[in-house]
């Protein structure tokens, strides 16, 4: 069983066209992807409601999840930091993580079997 490996990358909603093109482009295969809310360095900004300051501490964000084992980590990680990168703050962050299994569940395949497509 080769090595399955676990990619969270947290990113500006603007970005998600461009970040799945980006990993689709690379051969990754499949993706979750869900809406968040969150804060990072910046502590969110204040804007104005009804004529009173607000501090927005949670700003939206788009989380995509993707577990590889043919495709090298590095590939997403390079894809996926040219996609999502604009130079500002909250441009996000990617996390990374080893998985010790994976179940199709209409097969009931495990490991790397579980994640490519059969075709």
Avoid: W
Avoid at 36 to 49: A, D, N, P, Q
Avoid at 73 to 95: H, R
């Amino acid at each position: 069983m080769r090595k399955l490996t676990k990619i969270d990358i947290i990113t500006r909603p603007e970005k998600l066209e461009e970040l799945k093109d980006a990993l689709n482009a690379i051969g990754v295969a499949g993706m979750t992807v869900t809406q968040v809310y969150g804060c990072g360095l910046s502590k969110g900004h204040k804007e104005v409601y009804r004529g009173r300051e607000v501090t927005i501490n949670l700003v939206p964000k788009v989380k995509v999840e993707t577990v590889v084992c043919e495709v090298p980590v590095e590939k997403v990680l390079e894809a996926a930091k040219q996609a999502c990168f604009t130079g500002q703050i909250g441009d996000g962050k990617i996390f990374v993580y080893s998985l010790e299994n994976a179940v199709r569940i209409r097969t009931g395949e495990e490991g790397d079997i579980a994640i490519i497509d059969p075709e």
